[in-house]
């Protein structure tokens, strides 16, 4: 899911609402969003100005600016794991040799450019009764 484009407390209620009527069934849960974050450097104050200039409000961004700020409400909420990375440490926590195959289908001509784009995005995922998967405890 992507809630970056919804003000953060309306969010946490829609997660915390599902949660609650997901945990009623007693299974595991688990949750995965995208989203954008650091809108506080010139790179991120750029792209929050880029996105409000064409109609696309990141309207949650500086409530959640941040991994730890979105670890930390989905803990909040009720979930028992939670992790979030940028989408550059996620990339670079993947085996060699998966990046290499990657980077043959996309050629990055601009590793700069990559990233300052692939630090201002990030992965969550949060769990109930499960830990998160190994590949979020790669350096």
């Known amino acids: 899911m992507v809630f ?13 609402y599902s949660l609650d009527d997901l945990l009623n069934g007693g299974k595991p849960v688990e949750f995965i969003s995208y989203d954008s974050m650091q809108p506080n450097d010139r790179f991120g104050e ?7 200039n064409i109609g696309a409000e990141l309207k949650g961004i500086h409530s959640l600016p941040d991994p730890p700020s979105h670890e930390k409400r989905a803990l909040s909420i009720g979930f028992e794991h939670a992790k979030c990375v940028s989408m550059k440490k996620l990339y670079l926590s993947v085996p060699q040799s998966v990046t290499t195959h990657l980077n043959k289908l996309e050629m990055i001509d601009d ?13 969550l ?15």
């Open 4 to 16: 970056v484009y919804i003000e953060e407390s309306i969010t946490s209620e829609l997660l915390k």
């Open 46 to 52: 750029m792209m929050v100005e880029n996105l409000s």
């Open 111 to 123: 590793w700069d450019e990559w990233n300052l784009v692939h630090d201002h995005y990030c992965f």
């Open 125 to 139: 995922i949060a769990t109930t009764k499960i830990d998160v998967p190994k590949i979020f405890s790669a350096p």
